[in-house]
């Protein structure tokens, strides 16, 4: 298995019940005692993401017990069914002092689910609680399963490091992880991988640290193959959707959605485009040195792309034309500028071809780039064959004053003050 379907919630089932040794006494008889028929009732109505106010309805049982049985059976969902304030207040008073893979179980729901709810609530946690036998259980399947690291940190609600960190002490070893890669190394790599670091501050670090010094070519794909980065489609939920919108409107980090909810970097940016959060972000240009985009510096781009040649457009607006192409082509803006040649422009073309002028001196002259005016006289059958330029640079009235009758020569004529361009 390379990657889980989106409804994953555990890859086994645990804990499992404990194999019968010896005879088995009579159970006495209890009242209150679970029926076949209310155990299938409850299984199928938690897998048809029926919500627990209405299991204990259909019931007529209380909703603690309702809910400790959904957790004995094992049942976990991706439910999308809003949370109750009976939840929000449970998940208050619980989080941070158990395992979320327990709450998560407790309220058969995801474990990025209870942490996309713990966000909105604005629920902090403590020291991490010990492992849980169904983590433990969930981290041995992944590995057997050769599933990324990062989806099993994801599906079990812990971070990247800390599983790493927890297989390693397990004595687990990964079947992605390179044959010359010791375990000390994969979880320190996906520890600093975690942190935010690039490729190469990662292999400097672990060059320090005494570990071989790796190929960036050869990191990369090896850190990917651990699961660093990879996510598998989940669809987003509401709650998700309140702490993007809510980090793009406060100027936030975006680094726990991608730590805590499995997001790749790509998801987050679509889903902020899909809500239309682009470009609202107080870090929204991120290592970018240059000035943040106000919203009338797009405005007047708008209105002043394909007026002007860039190189003016540049000046004008202060940035480069790099910048420039950049933002206009995020916006979807057409240049479309192509500055005519005025009949000045032409006539002093033919007049420096007749006379002997430089072909550059006639593209500084006019100020135009030289591969356009050569392509414009090679176009009108002006060739201009390999002239010396002079030393003081010619103004388009001087040229045009060489032929003031307009008649032209046949014959190159000898210009005062030029330089030979074949001698060094």
């Known amino acids: 298995m390379t990657d889980l379907a989106p409804d994953i919630v555990e890859l086994v089932a645990c804990p499992t019940l404990p194999e019968p040794c010896g005879r088995l006494r009579e159970m006495p008889f209890r009242h209150d005692a679970w029926t076949p028929d209310e155990i299938a009732t ?33 049942l976990r969902r991706n439910s999308s069914r809003p949370w109750s304030t009976d939840e929000d207040a449970w998940l208050t008073r619980e989080y941070g002092l158990r395992p979320t893979a327990d709450l998560a179980g ?6 990025t689910s209870v942490y ?5 609530l604005g629920l902090t946690e403590g ?33 990247l490091s800390g599983t ?10 990964h079947p992605n992880k390179p044959a010359d890669w010791t375990e000390a190394e994969a979880t320190r790599a996906l520890t600093l991988a975690g942190e935010g670091l690039r490729y190469i501050a990662i292999i400097d670090i672990l060059a320090t640290e005494g570990f071989p010094r790796r190929t960036k070519a050869g990191f990369g794909p090896h850190l990917r193959k651990l699961g660093y980065g990879r996510g598998w489609g989940r669809n987003w939920t509401p709650d998700e959707d309140t702490l993007l919108i809510r980090a793009y409107a406060d100027g936030a980090s975006l680094t726990p959605l991608t730590t805590r909810l499995g997001r790749t970097k790509c998801s987050i940016r679509w889903r902020a485009d899909y809500l239309g959060l682009r470009g609202t972000h107080a870090n929204r240009d991120g290592f970018r040195g240059g000035p943040v985009w106000s919203d009338n510096d797009l405005e007047r781009l708008r209105d002043l792309y394909g007026t002007m040649p860039m190189d003016a457009l540049a000046t004008k607006m202060g940035r480069t034309k790099a910048s420039l192409f950049t933002r206009a082509n995020i916006l979807g803006l057409v240049h479309g500028y192509h500055r005519k040649w005025t009949e000045e422009e032409i006539r002093a073309l033919r007049i ?25 006289a090679e176009k009108h059958e002006l060739r201009f064959s390999r002239r010396p330029r002079r030393a003081a640079p010619w103004t388009l009235a001087e040229i045009i004053a060489l032929d003031p009758s307009g008649t032209g020569v046949t014959d190159h004529v000898a210009i005062p003050g030029t330089i030979d361009e074949e001698k060094p």
């Open 164 to 173: 790493a960190t927890r297989a390693n002490a397990l004595g687990l070893r």
């Open 42 to 74: 409850v299984e199928r109505m938690f897998r048809d993401d029926a919500a627990i106010d209405d299991i204990v309805a259909a019931l007529g049982r209380g909703r603690a017990g309702v809910r400790d049985k959904i957790a004995k059976l094992g």
């Open 106 to 111: 407790d309220l058969g729901r995801a474990c």
């Open 352 to 376: 420096a071809h007749d006379f002997g002028v430089a072909l550059p001196d006639v593209a500084a002259a006019i100020g135009r780039k030289y591969p356009a005016v050569h392509k414009y």
């Open 116 to 120: 996309a709810r713990a966000g909105v």
């Open 127 to 159: 020291n991490p609680p010990k492992w849980s036998d169904w983590e433990d259980a969930q981290l041995r399947a992944g590995y057997a399963q050769a599933i990324p690291i990062a989806q099993i940190a994801t599906l079990i609600g812990r971070p």
